[in-house]
């Protein structure tokens, strides 16, 4: 029996693209709809949807999900063999950024020592991106997904930044946590170029977040291969 191909983002009604907000939102507007709890609720139709919400929601579950729906988009359109190795997609994960003013980085340089303020470190390192991200000559033609670390600001879900005495944030009113965005690219980098992701309207954990950083300019640097 041939397998079946099960699209969760055709289910959701979202793009391939859509960002975990977008995901939300579109789960929570068909729950509505197809709760078995609600007047004409379909509750077959409302586990499926409910399945494509915990795959695409987790990270680690829609990366792998993403690989098999690529693979079908790409059998669907003809493109195997040979195309299916020139369209793959490569996946560069958080980890692979660089932070160009990073202690370790700034310490080879003797400019750590006191009354160096941040700004003059990078305008002495001439440093006008926030991240560095190395990329391999293969991965350079794309097309890209990358996941790009962001600092967040979340409101305390205990004090919602009211209580100066709250124990869980220490009256500060938020807590910094660290987000991933998601980027996809065409591809067609070329060495030195400058990305820059646009984070404003963005809320990482829903309406009582946000991202520290309107913007996140992004180096694009080649690592050569023999």
Same mark, same amino acid.
């Given at each position: ?14 793009? =391939?693209? &859509? ?29 499926? /949807?409910?399945?494509?919400?915990? /795959? ?50 700034? &310490? ?34 794309? =097309? ?12 305390? =879900? ?69």
């Amino acid at each position: 029996m041939p397998a079946v191909f099960v699209d969760h983002y055709r289910l959701l009604g979202i793009s =391939p693209v &859509a960002s975990t907000d977008e995901i939300q939102r579109a789960f929570r507007k068909l729950a509505k709809i197809h709760h078995p709890d609600k007047k004409g609720g379909d509750p077959l139709r409302f586990h499926s /949807i409910y399945t494509a919400y915990r /795959i695409l929601s987790r990270e680690e579950t829609r990366r792998r999900f993403d690989e098999v729906f690529f693979r079908h988009r790409l059998k669907e359109a003809g493109l195997t063999g040979r195309n299916e190795v020139a369209r793959k997609v490569f996946r560069v994960g958080a980890e692979r950024f660089v932070y160009p003013t990073s202690v370790a980085s700034l &310490a080879r340089r003797g400019l750590l020592r006191k009354k160096f303020r941040s700004r003059d470190r990078r305008r002495y390192l001439r440093i006008d991106y926030d991240l560095e991200l190395p990329l391999l000559e293969r991965e350079m033609p794309g =097309p890209l997904r990358i996941y790009v670390p962001v600092v967040a600001r979340i409101l305390c =879900p205990d004090c919602h930044g009211s209580d100066t005495d709250c124990y869980a944030c220490n009256g500060k009113g938020s807590y910094k946590a660290s987000r991933t965005v998601r980027l996809d690219l065409e591809g067609g980098l070329s060495e030195g170029q400058i990305l820059q992701l646009d984070l404003s309207g963005l809320r990482p954990d829903g309406p009582l977040s946000y991202f520290k950083k309107k913007t996140i300019r992004i180096k694009i640097t080649c690592i050569k291969t023999k």
